[in-house]
């Protein structure tokens, strides 16, 4: 088989475990987008935002940057992130973890705003306060959201690539192939 086209491929095992682990951490990121709210039942700031409760959204976020960066260092560190599909992967995978650390340090500073929020000075300096919690909240929310749908990319990258592991042997799509045999030694014309 051309050399080229089997470098091209990635195993089989590994494309699946890759997907698995996307999908799992996509989903992750999707519920934390849904799940970490700043605003109250009736769409508004709550009177007393809880610090604690808005820095669990900051710490959140980290855990969650931290895995994706973990997965795309890890994938990038593979023979398979120089490949044309590997590239790609890897590519939505530096968005992922570029989105996905974004996130926090825009959560923690809407815990930081609620701290200043009882010593804020008459109503329209609250309101600029409360304004700015809600905008960082919620493009925090929307880096997450981001992230998800940048891994959510790449799993479909892999499974094209999947499709196109039916055209080759099972032995080199699990990255098995043997190498073929070499070939007799020749004769010397001198030998008898």
């Known amino acids: 088989m051309n050399p080229d086209i089997e470098r091209e491929l990635i195993p089989h095992s590994d494309t699946v475990r890759m997907i698995g682990e996307l999908q ?21 700031v709550p009177a007393s935002p809880d610090f604690s409760v808005l820095i669990h959204h900051a710490e959140t976020a980290q855990a969650l940057s931290r895995d994706v960066v973990q997965l795309t260092s890890a994938f990038a560190q593979t023979a398979h992130s120089t490949n044309r599909a590997g590239s790609t992967v890897l590519s939505h995978l530096a968005i992922a973890g570029t989105m996905s650390c974004s996130a926090a340090p825009l959560f923690a500073q809407t815990a930081e705003t609620a701290l200043a929020l009882p010593q804020s000075h008459g109503t329209s300096d609250r309101q600029q306060m409360e304004g700015r919690m809600v905008v960082d909240h919620a493009t925090a929310r929307a880096y997450l959201r981001r992230a998800s749908e940048s891994l959510r990319e790449a799993v479909k990258e892999l499974h094209g690539h999947l499709d196109f592991h039916r055209f080759f042997p099972a032995s080199m799509r699990q990255g098995t192939a043997t190498p073929p045999p070499p070939p007799p030694p020749r004769q010397s014309p001198h030998t008898r």
């Open 24 to 44: 799992g951490l996509s989903s992750r990121l999707k519920h934390a987008c849904t799940q970490l709210e700043l605003l109250d039942a009736a769409g508004h």
